[in-house]
């Protein structure tokens, strides 16, 4: 009698621009500015910038923070007017001296970043 076979590992998940989930000494702030960031829409997608997978990061330096984030292409008209609206959420979560947003481009810009509720809303999943 022959053994069976093994059962296939399940493939394993895209990884997106989405935040990991908070740790540390600045979760509770990078928490509540996530949510904050959850009612900023990218102005040509009927989508959130962070189920967006825009979002890459924080880096902070005291109470001081900066975001990492992308757009969906480089040449983006409201690049300039995005990131002042990001910057005013962040400055509203309390205990956070100053933010900045540093727009980076790498890695690209891709659907694979999105969350997976909007890769279902896109017709991705």
Known sequence: MSEPAPTPAPPAAAPTA??????????????????????IYDPEIPM??????????????GDD??????????????????????KTAIEKVPNV????????????WSPERMSEFAKRQFGYA
């Open 18 to 39: 989405t935040p990991p989930s908070p740790a540390g000494p600045y979760a509770e702030r990078e928490r509540l500015i996530t949510e904050n960031l959850k009612q």
């Open 65 to 86: 923070v900066t975001l990492k984030m992308t757009l969906t292409a480089p040449g983006c008209p409201v690049a300039g007017i995005l990131a002042e609206e990001v």
């Open 48 to 61: 959130n910038i962070v189920d967006l997978g825009l979002i890459y990061g924080f880096d902070w330096t």
């Open 97 to 108: 001296h100053s933010a900045k947003v540093d727009m980076i481009w790498d890695p690209p």
